[in-house]
Every structure is written in structure tokens, then in C-alpha cells.
């Protein structure tokens, strides 16, 4: 029994060194990052406000999101993922349902006023100033990820 509990304490642990070790962007994967986060939060906001803002930005910038998510599923395979399409899809979900259930804390009426801004500068954004814009926070000190050098 001691065994068991000790194997599963010394595997818990090296998979946490792992992760937190592994774990790196690129300045592209950063920028990549940015960009996808930015267009999930624009479709689920403009699902929830039922506007047509999400539809013509990714209609606009349909090249450079596709450039974006190849970057994160080039990255996701850099870590290890088995299936890197599968570890992309799975994680965009999942910011798509956190960015929900921050938004269920609020009226929808509320989360509309809130993404007029967000909404306004999704509107205007062409492939440069999607990337210029992308780059420049991926380029920000406030930025989370460590930076593998690449």
C-alpha cells in the first residue's frame, strides 16, 4: 500500500515539474495565443449579444486565424500532445466555457455594454491590425506565459 502511495505521490510530482518546465511560448505561439483568445471571446460575446460582429471578423481575418491556430497546434505538439489537433481543440473549448461562465455571472444586457469596446475594435480589424495588435500584447510585460527564446 505504502508503495502505491508513494509511486502516485512521485508521479504527481514529476508530471508537475513537467508541465511547469515544458510549458513555453514562442513569441509566435504568444501572439498565436493572444489572437485565438481574442476571437473566443468575440464569438462568445457576440453569441450572447446575437450581433454579427464575431461572423465578419473571422470572415475578415479568416487567413490569419487559420495561421494562428496551426501555430498553436504546432505548439501544443512541441509540448508532447499525442493528437495536437485534439489538445487545440480541447483547450479552445475550454477557454470558450471559462469565458462563458464569467459571463453567466452577469445579465446579458450587462455582458453587451461591457464588449462595446471589444466589439468596436473587433469590427475594425483587418489581418495587419489583428497581428500588430496580437503582437504588441504577446510583446507586453503582463504577459503570463514563460518565453522559450524562439
Not at 93 to 114: D, F, M, R
Request: glycine share 4%; with cysteine; net charge positive.
Amino acid at each position: 500500500m505504502r508503495k502505491a502511495v508513494l509511486a502516485t505521490a512521485i508521479f504527481f510530482v514529476a508530471s508537475l515539474q513537467g508541465a511547469s518546465a515544458a510549458d513555453c511560448y514562442s513569441p509566435a505561439e504568444l501572439e498565436a495565443e493572444q489572437a485565438i483568445r481574442f476571437q473566443t471571446n468575440l464569438m462568445v460575446i457576440s453569441s450572447a449579444c446575437r450581433d454579427t460582429v464575431y461572423g465578419e471578423f473571422r470572415a475578415r481575418n479568416t487567413a490569419a486565424i487559420i495561421r494562428y491556430q496551426k501555430t498553436m497546434i504546432a505548439h501544443f505538439r512541441r509540448e508532447g500532445a499525442r493528437n495536437a489537433q485534439s489538445a487545440f481543440d480541447a483547450w479552445n473549448t475550454s477557454l470558450a466555457n471559462e469565458i462563458s461562465l464569467k459571463q453567466g455571472a452577469q445579465s446579458t444586457a450587462v455582458v453587451c455594454q461591457n464588449a462595446v469596446d471589444l466589439e468596436r475594435t473587433a469590427s475594425t480589424l483587418d489581418s495587419k491590425g489583428l497581428h500588430d495588435r496580437m503582437a504588441a500584447q504577446a510583446a507586453s510585460p503582463t504577459e503570463m506565459h514563460p518565453k522559450c527564446g524562439r
